[in-house]
């Protein structure tokens, strides 16, 4: 992971929305929540041992949370054992955040709860200056429900109607949508469009305010889509 690669995939919200927290420990079912939970993560060792690095690192705080967090440690190493290419490593929510700010290059994948992935799927992208290059998924591992893919901004509320409105997020949605539903090489095109324009940084492209350029949604969309087009069918 670099600072500004992949903020919100490579965190693997690939979950059901189960938090492993005291409360869910508080109650008799909490272990059976944790693992439905931690196999609805298991597409986080799998994306892991897709990439090249194969390094999963785990958010966790077993040292605090007493209850639902030791098991959620041991589901993530059974998880992470079922692929012996991947490195699997853990740290503690507190350290890893400040971990994501001065050694980015450290991560690769990460597995979290709800809690803790909320949190870091906003500071991954943060350090690299600003929100609207992130994309998220909500991912249904076993494909019996549709997937999500949303920005992580969200709906920018506070500047709807302005017309500068990062773009990128939502684009790089449709290149994880497109991973997702089999079509890799599309994927991969996209992305490379978009790192294309970007590399070209605020002088030569019509980068948003938030990438401290000048440009309006709607240029910075169609110079991407322009790149998308230029780019050799098939180019990563």
């Known amino acids: ?26 109650w008799p079912g909490a272990r059976g929540a ?14 892991a041992n897709r990439r ?18 030791p098991y959620w440690d041991e589901r993530v190493a059974a998880m992470g054992g079922q692929f012996s290419d991947v490195r699997l490593d853990k740290f503690h929510i507190d350290a890893l955040a400040a971990q994501f700010v001065l050694h980015p290059e450290w991560f690769d994948v990460v597995v979290a709860s709800n809690l803790f992935g909320d949190i870091l799927s906003d500071l991954g992208p943060a350090c690299t200056g600003t929100l609207g290059i992130a994309p998220s998924a909500n991912i249904n591992p076993e494909r019996e429900h ?8 969200g709906s920018a509320p506070d500047i709807a109607g302005k017309g500068i409105a990062n773009p990128i997020g939502q684009i790089w949605c449709g290149s994880m949508m ?10 991969a095109h996209l992305l490379g469009a978009v790192e294309d324009v970007l590399a ?10 938030d990438l401290q350029g000048t440009g309006t949604t709607a ?11 230029e780019r050799p069918s098939g180019t990563a």
């Open 1 to 26: 992971m670099s600072a500004g690669v992949d903020s919100e995939r490579l965190l693997g919200e690939a979950g059901t929305g189960l938090s492993a927290t005291p409360a869910a420990g508080a």
């Open 34 to 47: 944790a693992r439905r939970g931690c196999r609805g993560r298991a597409g986080c060792p799998e994306l």
């Open 52 to 69: 090249p690095k194969r390094h999963l690192t785990s958010a966790t705080k077993s040292n605090g949370i007493s209850i639902s967090m």
């Open 146 to 153: 549709p997937s999500l893919f949303e920005p992580v901004h």
């Open 178 to 187: 497109l991973e997702h539903l089999g079509h890799p090489e599309a994927a």
């Open 200 to 209: 070209y940084g605020p002088g030569q492209a019509p980068l948003t305010p």
């Open 219 to 229: 240029e910075l969309g169609r110079a991407i889509a322009e790149r998308v087009s």
